[in-house]
């Protein structure tokens, strides 16, 4: 693995299944992040985890649960998917404060469809 | 509330020529100012950032500007090739959360 990964690629999912979207990173950044993007929109903050064991509540929240056992891994999950959260979901890291800010890398996403 | 946004959702510009991507921002609070590349099917990537205490900076073929007068960002892209086809972002980090907050995208097409 180098970088970020995220699985799956796609999915086709029925409203009203839980889903888990997986996000791994193997630069041991302490911060990690989730956003989505609608079409023709820039990406939304959903939740965030500035060091394991630490989770935040982003932009656009309501619907989403993640969770940061370890430093690598930081799942987002639909509890009960719905329409409205068909997106494509980034997943991003950062090794921390650079020149003031968290520099971000982000994953290749992963297109949801929910129907 | 406060946004960062964009003036022109599309632009195409002919392979050779330079490209400006504008950004207009609201929120005079932001202290850095980012500009990501996304090209299709992929996450954005980082292009060249700007402190709010700047009002120019330079990279590779990119030139980040900006007014905070008038409270705008633009991104110039020199010479600009079929590579650098893609959505571009602005984006603004504000508050002691330090998080991102992403304008809506422009699309550069370039031209042969």
């Known amino acids: 693995i180098a970088g970020i990964t995220q699985a799956p690629t796609s999915q086709i999912l029925a409203a009203g299944r839980r889903m888990t979207l997986r996000c791994t990173q193997d630069?041991?950044?302490?911060?990690m992040y989730w956003y989505r993007q609608d079409l023709g929109l820039g990406l939304r903050l959903i939740h965030y985890?500035?060091?394991?064991?630490?989770?935040g509540k982003g932009e656009v929240p309501d619907g989403y649960s993640v969770s940061r056992a370890n430093t690598d891994d930081f799942p987002l999950t639909l509890a009960s998917a719905v329409p409205s959260q068909t997106s494509v979901y980034f997943c991003?890291?950062?090794?921390?404060?650079?020149?003031?800010?968290?520099?971000?890398?982000f994953g290749p996403g992963t297109r949801l469809t929910v129907l | 509330g406060e946004s960062v946004g964009l003036h022109l959702p599309t632009l195409s510009v002919q392979e050779g020529d330079n490209s400006i991507i504008n950004c207009a921002y609201s929120n005079s609070a932001s202290d850095y100012f980012i500009w990501y590349k996304q090209e299709s099917g992929k996450g954005p990537q980082f292009i060249i950032d700007i402190r709010s205490n700047m009002d120019k900076r330079q990279g590779q073929r990119v030139t980040v500007l900006l007014n905070k007068t008038v409270k705008h960002l633009s991104l110039q892209i020199a010479a600009t090739q079929p590579g650098d086809s893609a959505v571009y972002f602005c984006a603004e980090i504000t508050g002691s959360a330090r998080q991102l907050t992403f304008g809506s995208g422009t699309q550069l097409t370039v031209l042969p």
């Open positions: 630069m041991r950044h302490n911060a």
């Open positions: 985890s500035n060091t394991a064991g630490t989770t």
């Open positions: 991003a890291s950062s090794p921390g404060l650079r020149g003031g800010y968290n520099e971000q890398f």
